[in-house]
């Protein structure tokens, strides 16, 4: 998925609605569902965490896969797989790649699994 796509899904206003609010139409629910397989696995969970829990908003690659037990092209594969969801990017500095969470996705997300609050019952 590309960044122009991103910004489109971003900016349609059916994005923003809620999993009570209205049932999805056939487009969005295939975007989502892209989003949440991406999110289905631990290993990217866990590296998503990783990038969008880091001070700077920034993390290199390097320092992303000794905190696995697994190769580097397979730390690269889950990377790229969060990248085709849209919910990370990245850029090329010299021979390491530095990646970052994009907060409209994960804004995308929160909206969309937001369930209205009923002031008169309590948790």
């Known amino acids: 998925m590309s960044k122009q796509e991103l910004e489109v899904i971003g900016q349609d206003d059916a994005c923003c609605q809620g999993v009570s609010t209205a049932p999805l139409d056939d ?65 090329r500095r010299g021979t390491w790649v530095y990646y970052w969470v994009l907060p409209q996705a994960l804004d995308r997300l929160a909206v969309f699994l937001k369930t209205p609050t009923d002031a008169g019952v309590s948790a």
């Not at 892209?34 to 700077?56: C, E, H, Q, T």
Request: one cysteine or more; proline letters at 5%.
């Open 27 to 91: 487009e969005s629910a295939g975007e989502l569902a892209k989003v949440f397989k991406a999110l289905g696995d631990p290993v990217r969970l866990r590296l998503l965490s990783m990038i969008a829990s880091r001070d700077g908003g920034e993390v290199c690659v390097c320092e992303m896969t000794p905190a696995f037990d697994l190769s580097q092209p397979t730390i690269s594969h889950h990377l790229k797989l969060l990248r085709q969801a849209g919910l990370v990017d990245c850029e």
